[in-house]
């Protein structure tokens, strides 16, 4: 249906030029799911761009894209608007920030029926409401006349793909589809476009990054590396034996729930400005000799591997992955044998509820509800739940940046905000104190000040401290030293810098006051895969530190893993498991930790210890925790007590949990209800 | 139903404003230098006669006493009399203020469309000959001052042309109108009177024009620049990958978008027409609200610059509130 065959893009403007695409061919076919991963700037969204003819200013693309016959570059406005929808449509990497503000999404779709399947506008508001249930939308009647920002994130991902389905495409591209979805509805939605294949018989083009999580439902992957092909096959073969390079080092990169190292891959993806002579991925790669560096391997098939899988790399590896001891660093798994017990408490959190209030009259969202913690020095905590359960609100309690509606909340001894009933620090001694607990950012370019120099933003706690400039210059010196910064850094402003060198820049700002407590939101989330795992080897070597506390945000559980002594979950603003990190995952005791833990991605398909796949079985958003447990409207294993009940935390061998049923559940995970 | 309760707010929060003003607008107009007394008495009053005027205005008694005077007659509605006509100043006004504010909302109304229309259209055409030849259009029609556009206009429309009536009233007498608001195309409509709908609409066609030449401008760019910025944002460019018609993306995609900053600059410049109108009246001898309210403060007439200030006080604080209300109809996202 879709045949790109030799698609080279060079986009030049005024004093530069980039080759985004150098000699890209490959083919999707009907009722196949193609994915397309690579790291950003390896032409990805370029792709889909030529796809659907909205290549940006000053591109000149040569090659061929033809779909249904004919040539996509040559099409005239009139050739190009039928085209767009009903031939292709994509659905955008950002779904909130797609769909316009000022138009119910009701209307959005049925502006899309009427253009593409030319219903009248009445039966094609009744189509647009069929079409909302079949992505999954509850109550769709009524989300028809919602506005986007009504929506939540996942909420709004389905709505784009029912916009993009309502044009009734041939093809179906997904820019980046689950990006800042966790993990449970990253699940869902990639299999809404598994579905589009298989029962519409669509194409389906799927853009990511992170190949371990959409691998599980593509026909196929296409590896991009700076413009180029470098590698293609079948998805299960190529995910489980690599044999580029490249794509062993993305799939290494990625944080694995089991447990096994991340490893990092030095280095960045060049920025092409003609087409390469040599391996693009030369600089980096671990296997590299001379032919490599002096000609640019032709796309092969692979020889002995099965049919339609090739790629271009004069060194194919072979094996799974993790089997070679490969180059690099790899993240030490954290030693379980260093006691924190006895050291001294940094963090303390008792029974501590956070109340939003609405601005006028009652009411208010409660988003945290009786959290207790304790964190020592030289101890790290991993603090995992879906979006909306209450891990930033744990964050900003843990900086004193919100106080707690009651409860108390001590860091090193102090409390940063008035706490009810409780003496609190002011002046110059607040400002002393707030200076032992740090943050780092989940967005690290936005968080810092865009007309600051990295200098003057590391040495912003310095300053706050009182320390004199020759003393910030030498402290700012030691820690860029330790974030393996260049000193030439220092003189730049954000948005200079990649997103990896701005966290980079966000931990040092961080760590420069030798704080007592490092709170980490996110910390990788809006990376690359290969820059997270480079950003996650440096975070593991502050967390290291002994007489440092730290806290560790994700709704990532496999990045927690890497080096958290121990692990919370929470759920809607309550605890319902904690435990050193180990027996949390291979062994979890609440339903909650089972289904996280099961919708995760896992290289090579194997499922964990924790049993087979326990799944939640509504949407957070519609799951109102009234009286008694709070999972208990999505739990697959309730039974009346739960609903009736409150679940408080009980030990279970080593970890914690807040559910009754707990030593009953391994028993019937095996036979899980499929009714709730 | 959110906001009908919003407005009722909005409406309760007028009061302590219009309060603050009332005591601002009492103790400046005193603060300022010249006497009411002695520029209606004349050069050859004695002192005598100025203490007999005074005891007749009550400005003999203390300030306190005025000021209490004052509050007790606005509360009943009542605006105390004028020094200089010996009038009510209640009635003055109430004739006043319907011409002027028939010109304003006229003038505004036009240019809030001329410049969706016009700044959409440009935006759509961004850079090219057009564009730029309507962004020089304004920024001229801006840079222009209003007395001397009415002049020019008078010479070419009245005076070469003999299109439009000569600058003098706003309605032709001949015609018989019974006022009843005081804006004469209004009063016309109401009692049906045909000629008096045709001469009153020629009447307001110049001042009209004039004021519209002098606010459309930082409308049209302030409309270009939100339509620029939506052609460009991504659910903008998601329509337009999905193959959305043309007509489709302009009405459903575009307009409301980028109409959504615009009632708070209109509001403004609404305000800015107020004041700019004590000019066109003048040229135009159109016998507003504007002179009235500009003769009684070079009069030092108190009792007519409190009222003034706090109609036009009353007109802006209404205005916003429209603004703020047309924004959040504009715009789902804002919480009224």
Known sequence: MLSIENLSVVIRRPGRQVAALNDITFAVRPGEVVGLVGESGGGKSMVARAIVGLLPDGSHATGRVVFDDADVLGMDEVALAAHRGRGVAICFQNPRGALSPTRTVGRQLVDRLVTHQNM??????????????????????????????????????????SLATGCAPGLLIADEPTTGLDVTLTREILRQFRHAADTDGRGVLLISHDLASIAEVCDRVVVLYAGTVVESGPAAQVLREPAHPYTRALLRSVPDVGGRPVVATAGAMPLLTRAPQNCPFVARCGHAD?????????????????????????????????????????????????????????????????????????????????????????????????????????????????????GAVTVAGHSLVRQPGRAHLRGRALRQARTRAQLVFQDPIGSLSPRRTVADSIAEPLRAAGLSAAERAARVAAVLDRMELDRSILQRYPHELSGGQAQRVGIARALVGEPDLIVFDEPTSALDVTVQAQILTVISEVTADKDRAAVFISHDLATVRGFADRVVVLYLGRIVEEGPVDVVFDHPRHPYTMALLASAPRLG????????????????????????????????????????????????????????RAPELAALTGKQATTP | MRILRFV????????????????????????????????????????????????????????????????????????????????????????????????????????????????????????????????????????????????????????????????????????????????????????????????????????????????????????????????????????????????????????????????????????????????????????????WALRGLLYRDYPVVQASV?????????VFLVADVVHAILDPRVRI
């Open chain 1, 120 to 161: 009248p506008v009445d039966r094609a508001r009744e189509a647009a409401r069929e079409l909302f249930e079949a992505v999954g939308i509850r109550s769709p009647q009524r989300r028809l006349d919602a506005y986007p920002h009504e929506l939540s994130g996942g909420m709004a991902q389905r709505v784009m793909i």
């Open chain 1, 290 to 406: 001379d032919t490599c560096a002096a000609r640019r391997p032709t796309t092969e098939p692979l020889a002995g591997g099965p049919d339609g899988w090739s790629l271009a790399c004069f060194h194919p590896q072979a094996g799974p992955i993790g089997a070679e001891p490969e180059p690099v660093r790899a993240i030490p798994a954290a030693d379980p044998a260093v006691g924190p017990q006895a050291k001294s408490t940094v963090l303390e959190i008792d029974d501590a509820h956070v109340v939003y209030r609405s601005r006028f009259g009652s009411g208010g969202h409660h988003a945290l509800r009786g959290v207790s913690l304790r964190v020592a020095a030289g101890e790290t905590l991993g603090v995992v739940g879906e979006s909306g359960c209450g891990k930033s609100t744990l964050a900003k309690l843990v900086m004193g940046l919100v106080s707690p509606t009651s």
């Open chain 1, 605 to 660: 398909g194997g499922t964990g210890a924790g049993g087979d796949a326990v799944e939640l079985v509504k949407d957070l958003e519609e799951a109102d925790a009234t009286t008694g447990c709070p999972l208990a409207a999505r739990c697959p294993f309730v039974t009346d007590t739960c609903r009736t009940q409150q679940q408080h935390l009980q030990p279970y061998g080593a970890s914690r949990a807040a559910c009754w």
């Open chain 2, 8 to 291: 009722v707010r909005r409406l309760l929060q007028l009061i302590p404003v219009l309060l603050g003003v009332v005591v601002l607008t009492f103790l400046l107009v005193r603060v300022l230098p010249g006497d009411p007394v002695r520029t209606i008495l004349g050069q050859n009053a004695t002192e005598a006669d100025a203490a007999a005027a005074r005891a007749r205005f009550g400005l003999d008694q203390p300030l306190w006493r005025q000021f209490l005077d004052y509050l007790r007659g606005l509360v009943t509605g009542d605006f105390g009399t004028s020094i200089q006509s010996g009038g009510s100043v209640g009635a003055e006004m109430a004739l006043r203020v319907g011409p002027t504010l028939e010109l304003v909302v006229i003038a505004v109304t036009i240019a809030l469309v001329a410049a969706t229309v016009l700044g959409v259209w440009s935006a759509r055409r961004a850079n090219r000959p057009g564009d730029h030849g309507i962004r020089v259009l304004a920024l001229i029609g801006n840079s222009v001052p209003d007395f001397w556009l009415g002049l020019v206009l008078v010479l070419v429309g009245y005076s070469v042309l003999g299109w439009f009536p000569a600058p003098s009233g706003r309605v032709d007498p001949d015609t018989n109108l019974t006022p009843l608001t005081g804006a004469d195309l209004i009063d016309a409509v109401l009692t049906g009177n045909g000629p008096a709908i045709a001469s009153a609409a020629a009447y307001l066609v110049l001042p009209v024009l004039t004021l519209v030449v002098g606010v459309v401008a930082p409308l049209l760019r302030s409309v270009r620049a939100s339509a620029l910025e939506v052609l460009r944002s991504e659910p903008y460019a998601a329509a337009e990958a999905h193959g959305l018609p043309r007509r489709t993306l302009l009405y459903g995609y575009l307009l409301r978008a980028t109409l959504v900053r615009l009632p708070s600059l209109a509001a403004l410049v609404f305000g800015t027409a107020i004041g700019s109108t004590v000019l066109v009246e003048y040229v135009y001898s159109w016998q507003g609200f504007g002179q």
């Open chain 2, 310 to 318: 706090l109609m036009i006080a009353l007109c802006y604080v209404v």
